[in-house]
């Protein structure tokens, strides 16, 4: 089965930091995704992506953050200059969009201190 | 009106019993109900989805159970095993949304089964 890898699996940054967490969807997928996790809450969406452009982003998706996919096969979530409340488990997934089905990565933990 | 609740926040059963976790919505234009699976450490794995044209769905030991009419549906799981043993979201698709793969979770329910 394929699968969407990311890395690093964890980061540990100091405030203020840029940080870049990388994705590689699966090859065929067209539309990708990062979602939020953070510490015993909800996954929540943060923005979609497709054609080289984002399609949609939400109210937490503001100027720190920014999404690119580099080189045709990597696709990366920049965060600017990160805060505390920035820590958190952040997804990377991209559709299956004959089925609907939206296969997520084990995720990168980012911890700001 | 985008919000899934979700309840309970965590259910304990024992080895062979059924598992219910329960979740409502508001808004009427979500068409994409899917539960997802997520083990520690792990992402979340799609299990099982529902579409409103259908009031239920069984696949395996998981079904899910779909009112339209009150705006709920509930995933269950029969024969629970330890192995199942994980935190469960469901989760909603907007129709009128302009991302395919944007949904909307609810709160997550953690289910331990016992041996």
């Known amino acids: 089965e394929p699968e969407v890898t990311q890395t690093p699996s964890h980061q540990v940054t100091q405030m203020g930091q840029e940080v870049i967490l990388r994705c590689v969807p699966i090859s065929n997928h067209l539309y990708f995704y990062w979602y939020r996790q953070i510490l015993g809450q909800k996954v929540e969406f943060l923005v979609s992506?497709?054609?080289?452009?984002?399609?949609?982003k939400s109210e937490i998706f503001d100027d720190q953050f920014s999404v690119e996919r580099p080189d045709g096969s990597n696709f990366t979530l920049k965060i600017r200059s990160t805060k505390l409340e920035d820590s958190a488990m952040y997804f990377c997934a991209s559709i299956r969009v004959r089925t609907g089905e939206l296969f997520f990565g084990e995720g990168s933990r980012l911890t700001v201190l | 009106q985008q919000q899934v609740k979700q309840s309970p926040q965590s259910l304990i059963v024992q080895k062979g019993g059924i598992s219910i976790i329960n979740c409502a919505y508001e808004n009427t234009a979500f068409d994409y109900f899917p539960w997802y699976q997520q083990f520690p450490g792990k992402g979340p794995a799609l299990l099982i989805a529902i579409r409103p044209d259908v009031s239920e769905k069984k696949e395996g030991r998981f079904t899910i159970s779909f009112n339209k009419s009150a705006k709920q549906f509930s995933l269950h799981i029969m024969d629970s095993q330890p192995g199942d043993s994980a935190t469960y979201f469901c989760a909603a698709r907007d129709a009128g949304g302009t991302s395919y793969g944007k949904l909307t979770f609810g709160q997550g329910t953690i289910l331990t089964v016992h041996p």
């Open positions: 992506f497709y054609n080289n452009e984002i399609s949609e």
